[in-house]
């Protein structure tokens, strides 16, 4: 995994934060409440999206014999 951007949305008393893989373009979103602070938003964004890239690479297809 390289770069990772953050996006930070408030929605009322909630906080919508999408972490974005650059390199494969996979994004993951949490709600967080808005009390948190930024990096504890960010710490929990890129454990999602660290889980979901492995997943994504765990499921990868078959190889074809042909």
């Known amino acids: 995994m390289g770069e990772v951007l953050y996006e930070f949305v408030q929605i009322g008393q909630q906080m919508r934060v999408s972490a974005i893989d650059a390199d494969t373009n996979v994004e993951v979103i949490v709600i967080a409440p808005i009390a948190a602070t930024r990096h504890q938003m960010q710490v929990i ?10 997943e994504l690479s765990a499921a990868e297809p078959p190889q074809r014999l042909f």
């Open 45 to 54: 964004a890129l454990a999602k999206l660290k889980k979901r890239l492995a």
